[in-house]
Structure formats: C-alpha cells, structure tokens
Nanobody, 117 residues
C-alpha cells in the first residue's frame, strides 16, 4: 500500500484559489495514472481530475477550465491548482490512483476545502 498525504486545503472566498498537493512514497508513481477526488457531505466521492504517466489529462465537466492537475515525478507529488473556486467546490479532497484504470490504494485523510460565498 502506498501512503498518500494530501495537503493545501483551507477556507477561501468564492473566486479565490488554492493549490493542493499529494505526497506519495509509491515506487510506481511515475507509472501510475493518478487522480484527485472529492467528497462533499451526503454525496458520493467523485473523480474531478486525472493525469496519466504521459501527461494526458481528464477533468470533470464541473471543474474544467478552473482546475489544473500536474505531477512532479521526481518528488512523487501530485498537485491540483484550483482557481475561480465556487461554494459548490466545498468538499474533502483526496488523491489516489485513477480508479478508471487501476485498483485504488488505501485512502488518505484528505484535505478540507471550504469555499464561502
């Protein structure tokens, strides 16, 4: 199992920005398609962005044009730049393997993002 540690969340006003980071000690990070997920209270966890080992990206319709996923394969770290945040982006954000392609690892604690109106 690959420990995942998300960070960078916080409270921000609508229209603001945050940058999330996900540190992983996995030796296969450079080969894995990775993703950012979020789960709002009372809702199912959803994949919001993903990037494979070749840099091909996926974005959920709700975040396209506002969020940018990136990765540093030297630092084994995944990032999510979130701009033009909206109250509906409020959720706990997690990183993990892209569940469309791989079995996910144990989930980390996530990082809370709260967007006030």
């Amino acid at each position: 199992q690959v420990p995942l540690a998300e960070s960078g969340g916080g409270l921000v006003q609508a229209g603001g920005s945050l940058r999330l980071a996900c540190a992983t000690s996995g030796t296969t990070f450079t080969l894995d398609a990775m993703g950012w997920y979020r789960q709002a209270p009372g809702k199912q966890r959803e994949l919001v962005a993903a990037m494979d080992s070749e840099g091909t990206t996926f974005y959920a319709t709700s975040v396209k044009g506002r969020f940018t996923i990136s990765r540093d394969n030297v630092k084994n770290t995944l990032y999510l730049q979130m701009d033009s945040l909206k109250p509906e982006d409020t959720a706990v954000y997690y990183c993990n393997r892209d569940w469309r392609r791989s079995i996910v690892d144990l989930w980390g604690q996530g990082t809370q993002v709260t967007v006030s109106s």
